[in-house]
């Protein structure tokens, strides 16, 4: 298949489009050559995992620099140094050939190093010891926080940390008030259905839902703080198993109480038998004209004889 001229210039056009894209976000971008050791990284908190508001967070982490570079750290470079944490407390330390210099305090959430500071001379060991104090701070639902990040500002913009850690906040006052409401719950819950089992009502399909919901109620009671995801579930299935509890105790009747039905308009039916429409008279008038006029022809007949 040939391939008309005017086509191959747009091909060739494309592919150095591509080119172009690509190196210029090499430049943009370009790879830190700090490294963050998993070793030279120390988590100090009083729980395990995920935290939560109030507790107290201290970390302790070591950054490398290139032995085999110009220098150590570009002048025109800097580090930037953030934590979510409340009253974050930085203290660092440059470390040369083994020997430890001032240490340097800083209380902001971002904290900034300048390269001026960072740069020595090729051919000397050089690394940069940070520590963070600081405690978790509250939030109304469950949040990921960065606890603390590293940044190489190469001046670009690059968004690629050397280093970060995160972690999620729990807010466990939320996850205690509801345990605590559906708690109130359930004793009320078993409360009505005991005083309705005492009339002889049927609760057997109730107090299942019962014991489901003191199944959930009780894990998420016994749940470590950070698995939230599980106490919400446990919890969700709490609520359901006592709306459904509360739903079959108002839907059985109570014993000795009768179902109000609808009145009918009741229609008086005639008996069968003999009617009991007076028939009507019989008109008596032509009657009593016959026998009148009758007389009277009688009467005159003898008095014409006579």
Not at 9 to 33: D, F, Y
Not at 297 to 303: D, F, H, N, T
Request: glycine share 6%; net charge negative; aromatic share 4%.
């Amino acid at each position: 298949m040939a391939i008309q001229p005017g086509t191959g210039k747009i091909m060739l056009l494309a592919i150095c489009l591509c080119i172009s894209l690509t190196l210029a976000a090499s430049a943009a971008c370009p790879e830190t050559k700090l490294e963050v050791q998993p070793s030279a990284v120390t988590i100090e908190t009083a729980g395990s995992g995920a935290l939560t508001p109030g507790m107290a967070v201290v970390m302790s982490v070591r950054v490398d620099f290139p032995e085999r570079e110009n220098t150590t750290y570009p002048e025109t470079s800097q580090l930037e140094l953030t934590s979510g944490l409340d009253s974050p407390v930085w203290t660092w330390n440059i470390v040369r050939n083994g020997v430890k210099k001032d240490e340097t305090v800083e209380r902001k959430s971002r904290v900034i190093i300048s390269g001026d500071v960072l740069s020595w001379p090729a051919n000397v060991t050089e690394s940069l010891d940070i520590n963070l104090y600081g405690t978790a701070p509250s939030v109304m639902e469950p949040k990921r926080l960065t606890v603390l990040r590293i940044l190489d500002v190469a001046s670009t913009d690059c968004n690629d940390p050397v280093y970060q850690h995160s972690a999620y906040v729990l807010n466990t006052t939320m996850s205690r008030e509801r345990i605590s409401s559906l708690t109130a719950e359930l004793a009320r819950l078993r409360a009505d259905a005991a005083t309705r089992n005492m009339t002889g009502t049927d609760t057997s399909l109730i107090m299942e839902q019962i014991d489901v919901a003191q199944q959930h109620l009780g894990k998420a009671n016994t749940t470590p703080a950070f698995e939230f995801v599980s106490i919400g579930l446990a919890l969700d299935r709490t609520e359901s198993a006592l709306a459904e509890g509360r739903r079959l105790l108002e839907a059985v009747p109570v014993p000795g109480t009768a179902v109000p039905q609808r009145a009918e308009p009741t229609v008086q039916k005639e008996l069968p038998g003999p009617s009991s429409q007076t028939p009507a008279s019989a008109d008596p008038v032509p009657v009593l004209t016959g026998i009148v006029a009758c007389a009277g022809a009688s009467v005159a007949l003898k008095w014409y004889r006579g």
